[in-house]
């Protein structure tokens, strides 16, 4: 069997492992960073999800690595594209006019984008990038971790890859389990958390957040693009479920904040605001001789949320169902727009709503991957709670908890979509506002492994505080310490538990971090601020 060896070992290529390759090899370090799919960029790219971000994207609250990657998406929409004067000269180009993000974009561009940022270490040998590789044994001695084999799904061919620092950056934690490395799943129960809006009984740990395929869309008046019926159709044509107010299939929705009911199409052109241009990726004017005709969108609608089961802590079989059943969802919901929906003029269907494989790279037009809101999670030296970002669970304390020892920071609110609950069902949205928020080096140190560090969404946060801690540019922020934290303790000689408890360490890092761009704490303006896109 095929050995590697190198100096950082980063088992997943979302956008914390990503962050977390970069930073080791911009220290120096010999780096071996592995991906499940063909593509780099996990939520932003596989998964086909634009950045959900905070208002103050633009200017503050993010690393200097992450605006250089929103930076080269802008540029290579100003260097590819044939873009109007007008949109060429937006100094924050938006190409989708998307109105859930100040930068909607097309999966694939975010793919060229992360391939330049990473093109010169790869090209010098400190970088290597194992596409199609998937996590499926994990060596251990005592309190460490010292290889990982891993499955090229291409070949069936197996290598085992080692290092002195592995970082799981997997969508789901799966290291964390192959390596047997304490974590948590699902919900946990408020008598162990106290957090107000945690389970009132028994933790749950396949409570798990709903996960969504998603898709691309164009559309094409007068003409017909229907896809054939889903073999799941009559199911998810009937279904209905309890907490819901009306069938999934519809036009209604649920707002998140307050649970109220409330209805809206996917083309409503005489309102400010419609489905179609919720995630919209591509806008038609922006293009020379361009116009709403070239629109692409991008499906992450409530209508695809899954929430009939879990995928992370049951059998391989159960998953299987799962994911099965949820492409056929996303699948279902995209006939029922072209073949029966109510449209906005009075009549039935959109069979000009066309599916856009080529966008996503997939031959069933889905995304390569779902999108996981949620994953397993670290049991760790600290765990961030409601209790430190929450707005009302903080009382009247104005602003986050400051943490000494934090290694960045993000703004999001508490945002829980329907989960997939237990004995009782599905429960509803979860969504309150929380403070800008730090994160803590604690919520990064596994309770016991002492070279296995989290570098994605699975850090020492709850089912609630996840909530918050698992959007684009935290996620990227987490991997970037992660790394940085890894070359560091090579460079020093130190353990990252012994960082963490000497201060003299911890400044040191910290300045590292700060070196590289990274920013600890919000400014004093913002700290008190509830807004959150």
Known sequence: MQELN???????GGLGGVAAALAAVRMGRQVVLTEETDWLGGQLTSQAVPPDEHPWIEQFGCTATYRRLRDTIRSYYRRAYPLTESARATEYLNPGQGVVSRLCHEPRVAVAAIDELLAPHRSSGRLQVLLQHRPVAAETEGDRVTSVRLLDTGTGRELTASAPYILDATEDGELLELAGVEHVTGSESRADTGEPHALD???????????????????????????????????????APDFWPAPLLSWSQVSPEKLFRYEKNVFEPDRDFDLWRFRRILHGPHLVEGDASRDITLVNWQQVDYWLGPVIGVDAA??????????????SFLYWMQTEAPTHDG?????????????????????????????????????????????????????????????????????????????AGPR??????????????????????????????????????????????????????????????????????????????????????????????????????????
């Open 201 to 239: 009984g028994p933790a749950q740990p396949l409570d798990q957040q709903s996960f969504t395929y998603c898709f691309a869309l164009d559309h094409r008046p007068g003409e017909n693009h229907t896809i054939d019926r889903p073999r799941m159709y009559g199911f998810w044509r009937d279904y």
């Open 428 to 533: 509803q949205y979860i969504d309150v506002e929380s403070w800008p928020f730090q994160i803590p080096l604690g919520a990064l140190l596994p309770v016991r492994v002492e070279n296995l560090l989290p570098a994605a969404k699975n850090i020492g946060t709850t089912h609630i505080t996840n909530g918050c801690y698992r959007l684009h540019p935290v996620e990227w922020n987490i991997g970037e310490a992660a790394g940085a934290l890894a070359a560091y303790c090579l460079e020093t000689g130190s353990a990252p538990r012994q960082v963490h408890a000497d201060p003299v360490k911890l400044d040191e890092y910290q300045k590292l971090l700060t070196d590289l761009g990274i920013e600890l704490s919000w400014p004093r303006e913002v700290r008190t601020q509830k807004k959150y896109n």
């Open 6 to 12: 190198c100096d950082v070992l980063v088992i997943g």
């Open 318 to 331: 159960e998953r299987e169902r799962h994911l099965d059943a949820a492409k056929q969802l996303s699948l």
């Open 347 to 423: 009549g039935t269907g959109y069979p000009g709503l066309r599916l856009r494989p080529d966008v996503v790279d997939t031959a069933d037009g889905l995304a390569k991957y779902p999108y996981l809101r949620e994953s397993r999670r670290i049991r760790a030296e600290f765990t961030v709670t409601e209790q430190h970002v929450g707005v009302a669970a903080r009382g009247e304390l104005e602003g986050a908890e400051e943490f000494r020892d934090s290694v960045g920071i993000g703004s999001y609110r508490i945002d829980l979509h329907p989960s997939t609950g237990s004995v």
